[in-house]
C-alpha cells in the first residue's frame, strides 16, 4: 500500500459543507466501532479498502519517518477484516470475551482534496482506550490515521486507512480491536 500523505496547504477550509460531511463520517465510525456495530461499521468501507498499521521503529534521525516498510502489527483488505468481525461473534474469540470496551477519541482532523473530487485524504489524531473485564488498567494507544475517503453511492465510504502508533512497544496482550 503506498502512503496517504499529508495535505499542506491544500486543505479544505472548515466553512466546506465536505469538511462536516467528513467529520460527521469519522465521528459515526468510532461511534459504531465502540458500541461494537461492527457488521454495520463493516457497510462503511469500499470493497478495496486497505486497513494498515505498520510497526514503528526507534530512528535518530528526524529525516527518516520511523515506521517500517516490510513488518505491518496488521495489513487487512475487505476480506480480512470480514473474517476478523465474524470471528467476534463466535466462541473462538478468546481473547474478546468479555469483549473490550473502547472509546476512539478522534481529533485534529484535517482534509485535503486529491486528484478525484470523489476521494479527498484525511488526516486526524485518536487516543483510542480500552479496558476488558476487570482490568484496573487500561490500554492506550495514540497515534495519527491517514485516510482516504471516496464518495460511492451518494454516501462517504473509508478506502484506505495507514495507522500511525506514538508507540514503538505496544505492551496490550492483544490488538483484537479495531483502530
Not at 468510532?30 to 498499521?53: P, Q, S, V
Not at 478506502?159 to 480491536?177: E, G, K, P, Y
Amino acid at each position: 500500500m503506498s502512503s496517504i500523505s499529508a495535505p499542506a496547504s491544500a486543505c479544505i477550509p472548515l466553512t466546506d459543507p465536505r469538511y462536516a460531511e467528513i467529520v460527521s463520517f469519522l465521528y459515526h465510525e468510532a461511534e459504531l466501532i465502540d458500541n461494537a456495530h461492527f457488521e454495520e461499521w463493516l457497510g462503511l468501507l469500499t470493497e478495496d479498502i486497505e486497513y494498515r498499521m505498520p510497526a514503528r521503529l526507534n530512528v535518530r534521525k528526524r529525516d527518516d519517518p520511523g515506521f517500517s516498510k516490510t513488518t505491518d502489527i496488521f495489513a487487512d483488505n475487505l476480506a480480512s477484516l470480514t473474517v476478523r468481525i465474524h470471528r467476534l461473534r463466535t466462541s473462538f474469540a478468546w481473547s474478546e470475551d468479555p469483549p473490550s470496551r473502547t472509546r476512539h477519541l478522534i481529533t485534529n482532523i484535517r482534509v485535503g482534496e486529491t486528484e478525484s473530487d470523489t476521494e479527498f485524504t484525511v488526516l486526524s489524531n485518536f487516543l483510542l482506550y480500552r479496558t476488558r473485564a476487570e482490568q484496573t488498567t487500561a490500554d492506550l494507544f495514540a497515534g495519527e490515521r491517514r485516510d482516504r475517503l471516496r464518495l460511492t453511492g451518494g454516501a462517504w465510504r473509508l478506502a484506505r486507512r495507514l495507522i500511525l502508533l506514538d508507540q514503538t512497544i505496544v505492551n496490550a496482550r492483544h490488538l483484537s480491536i479495531i483502530f
